[in-house]
């Protein structure tokens, strides 16, 4: 079983505290994916460390409650700055002119958007390469897989995660990836430019989950 890593509430407070420096969060954040996300798979695409740091600088500038926490996203959700593939071919290398509503909550509050994680095709069918952290040769769950590998594996402390119209349920058992429930009903944005059209706005599903290790439902 892989060592549980800091919940991502108490980094974040150790953060606000200043008993933990940020900019030493990103750097061990990326050595650990380094080291170990070679032979997990959690990540399709990452921010370079320039990139990295210059973006944690201006989050500690306009201040939040994450702090610069590193979080992961899944490869559904459209971000500026980094490719969305959706896990298709169809859409290698495909960048995004604009962030999906969630995600530009997330930078708000403060969240480094480090990497988008693996998922299924369209997070659906196809399941990805994506290694099981606490059983190698078992799949850490379904088109959240990669989201559920790094935070259980401890490459990130934070991910979100979602199909486009239900939570996804499996990889938070199957990978010990503990979840979150904060509503996000008004965010009417689409997740993404695939399903645009054919989506339904937020507001009409159900809340959006990120997924963390530490963080339970209210």
């Known amino acids: 079983m892989t060592p549980a890593a ?76 980094l490719p969305t593939s959706y896990g298709s071919a169809l859409y290698a290398g495909a960048q995004p002119r604009c962030d999906a509503a969630i995600v530009s909550v997330i930078r708000r509050a403060g969240g480094l958007v480090i990497g988008k994680s693996s998922t299924t095709e369209f997070a659906f069918l196809h399941p ?21 590998a790094a935070v259980a594996a401890g490459l990130v402390p934070l991910r979100l995660a979602r199909k486009p119209a239900a939570p996804s349920f499996a990889p938070r058992p199957i990978a010990a990836s503990p979840a979150s429930s904060p509503a996000l009903a008004c965010c009417r944005r689409p997740a993404s430019n695939a399903f645009h059209g054919r989506s339904i706005p937020w507001a009409c599903l159900p809340p959006v989950w990120p997924r963390s290790r530490g963080l339970r439902r209210p």
Do not use: C, H, W, Y
């Open 6 to 81: 800091p919940s991502a509430i108490a980094t974040a407070m150790q953060l606000a505290a200043g008993k933990l420096d940020a900019t030493t969060l990103l750097a061990d954040t990326l050595a650990r994916i380094d080291a170990q996300d070679a032979s997990l798979g959690a990540f399709v695409a990452l921010l370079n460390p320039g990139a990295a740091r210059e973006q944690l600088g201006r989050l500690q500038e306009a201040g939040g409650p994450l702090q610069g926490l590193p979080v992961a996203v899944k490869d559904i959700f459209d971000t500026a700055g």
């Open 128 to 148: 990805t390469a994506t290694r099981n952290p606490n059983a190698p040769g078992r799949t850490p769950g379904g088109s959240s897989a990669g989201s559920a």
